[in-house]
Nanobody, 123 residues
Framework: QVQLEESGGGSVRPGGSLRLSCVAT????????MGWFRQAPGQERESILC????????YYADSVKGRFTMSQDSDKNTMYLRMNNLQPEDTGVYYC????????????????WGQGTQVTVSS
């Protein structure tokens, strides 16, 4: 059974940093497209960073370029999101997502989701 569990959210001041983790169970990361998504209050969930090992394609939302990076540790079957220079507009619930490579349309997954972790940026 595919499961994703995010952690690492919290409250920070503008300019601060956080690292989110997403532990995957029931599947191996290299066979799945993985991504991080964000849902701000009153808005739809949006893709912010995605990676598909099928073709090595990456997606970065313009709003996070130069500030957020994603990485994976295959030994731990864990994906990370490093967020630097956080701003109030980064506030939201952050989700990790996964989808088998052969089913992905584009780069970002749209199948399995974690429960989300809250990130709040305010002074």
């Amino acid at each position: 059974q595919v499961q994703l569990e995010e952690s690492g959210g919290g409250s920070v001041r503008p300019g601060g940093s956080l690292r989110l983790s997403c532990v995957a169970t029931g599947f191996a990361l290299p066979y799945y497209a993985m991504g991080w998504f964000r849902q701000a209050p009153g808005q739809e969930r949006e893709s912010i960073l995605c990676f598909s090992s099928n073709d090595g394609s990456k997606y970065y939302a313009d709003s996070v370029k130069g500030r957020f990076t994603m990485s994976q540790d295959s030994d731990k079957n864990t994906m990370y999101l490093r967020m630097n220079n956080l701003q109030p507009e980064d506030t939201g619930v952050y989700y990790c997502g996964a989808e088998r490579i052969e089913y992905v349309i584009g780069t970002c997954p749209n199948d399995w989701w974690g429960q989300g972790t809250q990130v709040t940026v305010s002074s």
